[in-house]
T-cell receptor, first 115, second 112 residues
Framework: GAGVSQSPSNKVTEKGKDVELRCDPI?????LYWYRQSLGQGLEFLIY????????KSGLPSDRFSAERTGGSVSTLTIQRTQQEDSAVYLC?????????????FGPGTRLTVT | SQQGEEDPQALSIQEGENATMNCSYK?????LQWYRQNSGRGLVHLIL?????REKHSGRLRVTLDTSKKSSSLLITASRAADTASYFC????????????FGGGTRVLVKP
């Protein structure tokens, strides 16, 4: 089926505004991840959902960041009162966690620019 | 510092040459994965090597893992211009479940 999709692909917002980023994982994948990548840098883990378990929010940089996953499928990452340092590419990945296989499938990302 | 760190940070080679990049990590792992990223967007999984494996091949890719040195290498043989990308290693740390920790990446430029 289709891969991981993210929307929007690009988002320009003014400092102080809220933004919502969406991720549609691969159907049937129980695990979903959000990462942030600043220009020329590696990936920074933000949050991890696994099935019905409580999400691992240990990577969220501040309380302005939150995420939810409805019905075990679509996820939304919300950034409130955006700051210029929030500018980055936000990547979503999903995986089908079964024995010995932890490959993650990434979406194309949302490039967020805060002006 | 990061769990996974790649070396070198950047690599420039001629088409047909081999490209080798290394990854070092700090804590015990379940597995180590290599990903490729084109143009700063989504990552593509290349290969996964488990902690009890020492070498793995996939097409023109060869990955080694030395758990005693906590290091891995990715070799791309007979490189092509299309191999130009950033390459990241990611470790699946036992204590952190299935959460991957990515290194800073190696930017590879293959000149035609």
């Amino acid at each position: 089926g289709a891969g991981v999709s993210q929307s929007p692909s690009n988002k320009v917002t003014e400092k102080g505004k809220d933004v919502e980023l969406r991720c549609d994982p691969i159907s049937g994948h129980t695990a979903l991840y959000w990462y942030r990548q600043s220009l020329g840098q590696g990936l920074e883990f933000l949050i991890y959902f696994q099935g019905n378990s409580a999400p691992d929010k240990s990577g969220l940089p501040s309380d302005r960041f939150s995420a939810e996953r409805t019905g075990g499928s679509v996820s939304t990452l919300t950034i409130q009162r955006t700051q210029q340092e929030d500018s980055a590419v936000y990547l979503c990945a999903s995986s089908s966690r079964h024995a010995h296989s932890y490959e993650q499938y990434f979406g194309p990302g949302t490039r967020l620019t805060v002006t | 510092s990061q769990q996974g760190e790649e070396d070198p940070q950047a690599l420039s080679i001629q088409e047909g040459e081999n490209a080798t990049m290394n990854c070092s990590y700090k804590t015990s792992i379940n597995n180590l994965q290599w990903y490729r990223q084109n143009s700063g967007r989504g990552l593509v999984h290349l290969i996964l090597i488990r902690s009890n494996e020492r070498e793995k091949h996939s097409g023109r890719l060869r990955v080694t893992l030395d758990t005693s040195k906590k290091s891995s290498s990715l070799l791309i043989t007979a490189s092509r211009a299309a191999d130009t990308a950033s390459y990241f290693c990611a470790t699946d740390v036992r204590a952190a479940g299935n959460k991957l920790t990515f290194g800073g990446g190696t930017r590879v430029l293959v000149k035609p």
